[in-house]
């Protein structure tokens, strides 16, 4: 059975998908609900399952199991061209064979649209592109291509705008240019966005709320600042920039915090940021929320003592540290250069220091290294 | 100016390493010139003949006259053997690119039972010799009681051109990109409307070629033909006849006719593709 599902409206809601190929599960019993209006990333490195699962949001895949709705109305199994939604595709999906304004009155002609030109022409505007109506898409630049793909599914006015790594092909500058131009006509035409990307920063950047996806499931869901501050596995921690994870045992409570001993040293953890479920746990600082100093400076906080700088680089707004800790783990720091110089040097024996609150705590029996030999950068498209 | 410096404070050159540095330049374009002089000498030749005053027979020049082009119907069937050949070759092309596109389809964008084996036995009738075909079509027709003529000709066509069609119209869809008619898909058309607006427009270069291919397959077949046509004189079965008494010179002017117009196709082709692509 099929039906028009093109007035629905509301949030997107999948319950229970899964998708098989076989013996391979590309998505794994996922449910996920983006709000209405907001703009939703979904974040993970090559195989994760999110672009299967963008797919299946836009009727080019069928899930094996569970359903999808569009505010009250189930559109699992409705083909893409009964669905509100539009599609942004990787390497854009422009038709060759027509000119811009034609690819982007396609949708608007198919719908039996009558103002086709008034909306072309707008849209056209929007994406600031206006004088390339005639043209056709060999004759357009990486980012003028990127730009009509948007135009051509925008139009259309959707309940749901899916992008697949949109900016995958462009150069790094063009792309820092197109997320905060994407996150402004996102505001501008108040559509719901759903992301896909490998790109943690290019997430960070655009997105309302991110979902980390790893092996067909959502690792977690939150707020960039949530997912960056408080990772509740390894994988987030690793992924979405880059963590201190040390071992440790939690030996007591302190009202609101929890009593961490790592390797002897005490510290406090935030309860809140406990996402350990027993005894044994790793805690996890960002690199650059430690502060180095020489061991006669006073510090408060907590404080790591017996450090030894091994290695100093000086990359512009900051210098990385590289500091070998007694138990032999060596811990990363950034330092902001906001006082001119690098001011330890290799082989200093030093303090590190941070502010409790910065602490997270993962459990005891994670994988440290899970999501940190995934770099984003040398991944390929799904 | 630096030139004329360079050449001034350069030490002599021989005259031999002179050339062996110009033939060193020009070797791609020598062997251009010499290959395409080889590819195309037959058809100066057919058309400077086509210029001569023969009378019976067209091998020896005897003088230049128009009169061949301003009548090309002037040797006896000639123009009869001609318009077989263009009906024979219109119907072959019509079937052919119809099944044949069809085909390509079925094995380029559908997974089923037999696809490869099916790809496999589409390039039978190419490898197969032409006199086998010819020789079995024949007996096969007569096993079923049908008289060689017209329409076995046709038939005999359509059946050696489908996997000339085939194959052209595959390549062309292999190389289409399939996200094309999902984002099709994505913005509102139906199957239909995807296959009408977005593959056919796209998929039609490489049948418009598999066309024009199964045409000039068609038109100038004889060992086939020549089985299957029985009474039906064919062009190159006239060619073939004719040339046992001396080929008229009005044979030259239609072949000449049928090259230039193959060349104007191919250009006029090519400026429409740039044009598009602009």
């Known amino acids: 059975m099929s039906f028009d599902a093109s007035s629905a409206r509301g ?25 209405k209006g907001s703009f ?13 699962t963008l797919r299946m949001i836009a009727g080019l895949e069928e899930p094996t199991v569970g359903s999808i709705h569009l505010g009250e109305t189930d559109i699992t199994t409705t083909k893409p061209y009964q669905r509100p939604i539009n599609t942004v595709f990787q390497n854009y999906a422009l038709f060759p064979h027509l000119t811009i304004f034609e690819n982007i009155a396609f949708g608007l002609r198919r719908r039996g649209i009558k103002d086709v030109d008034a909306e072309v022409n707008k849209v056209l505007n929007l994406v600031e592109l206006p004088h390339l109506a005639g043209r056709k898409p060999t004759q357009l630049s990486g980012g003028q291509q990127q730009r009509i793909a948007l135009a051509r599914a925008i139009v259309n006015k959707p309940a749901l705008l899916l992008l697949d790594e949109p900016l995958g092909a462009l150069d790094l ?32 950047t655009m997105a309302d709320t991110i979902a980390v996806m790893n092996e067909g499931q959502i690792e977690q869901m939150g707020s960039p600042a949530d997912l960056y501050d408080n990772p509740e596995t390894a994988f ?35 309860k809140n940021r406990s996402h350990a479920v027993d005894n044994s746990m790793y805690a996890g600082i960002r690199p650059e929320k430690f502060r180095i100093s020489l061991l006669d400076t006073p510090v408060s906080g907590n404080v790591l003592t017996g450090g030894r700088i091994e290695d100093v680089s000086y990359i512009g707004v900051s210098t990385q540290y590289q500091v070998e800790m007694p138990w032999g783990q060596e811990l990363m720091v950034f330092e902001q250069n906001d006082d001119g110089v690098a001011p330890f040097n290799k082989g200093d024996a030093v303090n590190i220091s941070w502010a409790p609150v910065f602490t997270f705590a993962l459990r005891g029996d994670e994988d440290v290294t899970a999501g940190s030999e995934v770099t984003p950068e040398d991944l390929d498209e799904e | ?40 000498i037959p058809v100066a030749y057919t058309f400077a003949f086509s210029f001569n005053d023969s009378g019976k027979s067209n091998l020896v020049w005897k003088g230049f ?34 099944l044949g596109t069809m085909i390509a389809f079925a094995i380029g964008r559908h997974n089923f039972k037999g696809r490869s084996t ?49 194959v052209t119209v595959k390549a062309r869809i292999a190389s289409l990109d399939p996200r094309l008619e999902q984002a099709a898909m994505d913005l509102y058309a139906n199957e239909i409307q995807t296959f009408r607006r977005v593959t056919l427009p796209l998929v039609a270069p490489g049948i418009a070629g598999a066309a024009l291919l199964a045409f000039s397959l068609s038109f100038d077949d004889f060992i086939i033909t020549n089985f299957n046509s029985g009474t039906v004189i064919t062009f190159p079965k006239f060619v073939y006849t004719a040339a046992a008494r001396g080929i008229p010179a009005q044979a030259n002017v239609i072949g000449s ?9 191919v250009i006029a082709g090519q400026i429409l593709n740039r044009r598009k692509a602009r």
């Not at chain 1, 409570?253 to 510290?267: M, T």
Request: charged letters at 15%.
């Open chain 2, 65 to 98: 006259t128009l009169d061949n082009w301003k009548n090309p119907c002037g040797a006896p069937e000639v123009c009869n053997a001609l318009a077989n050949s263009i009906k024979i070759g219109f119907l072959a092309t019509l079937f052919s690119t119809i």
């Open chain 1, 11 to 35: 949030d997107l809601i999948l319950t229970r998908i899964t998708k098989e190929y076989g013996d391979f599960k590309a998505v794994d019993d996922l449910s996920l609900t983006i709000p």
């Open chain 1, 40 to 52: 939703f990333a979904l974040l993970g490195p090559s195989g994760c399952g999110k672009t299967t």
């Open chain 1, 236 to 270: 987030v921690a690793n992924f979405l920039g880059q963590s201190n994870l040390i071992k440790g045992t939690i030996t007591g409570n302190d009202g609101d915090s929890l009593v961490v001993d790592l390797y002897g040293q005490k510290i406090s953890v935030p």
């Open chain 1, 173 to 204: 500058k063009l792309r820092r240019q197109m997320q905060i131009e994407l996150k402004w006509i996102q505001k501008e035409v108040g559509l719901t966005f759903v992301h896909v990307t490998h790109d943690q920063e290019e997430a960070m």
């Open chain 2, 1 to 40: 100016m630096s030139k004329k410096i360079a050449d001034a404070t350069a030490p002599r050159i021989s005259p031999v390493v002179k050339f062996q540095r110009w033939f060193g330049r020009n070797l791609i374009r020598v062997y251009m010139f010499l290959a395409f002089t080889y590819l195309f």
């Open chain 2, 118 to 166: 099916s790809n496999l036995l589409i390039f039978l009738p190419m490898a197969t010799p032409e006199i086998v075909l010819g020789a079995s079509l024949l007996s096969l027709f007569l096993v079923f009681k049908i008289n060689p003529g017209f329409w076995p000709t046709v038939i005999a066509h359509v059946m050696f051109c489908i996997s000339f069609v085939v």
């Open chain 2, 257 to 265: 006719g049928m090259f230039f117009l193959a060349l104007a196709i």
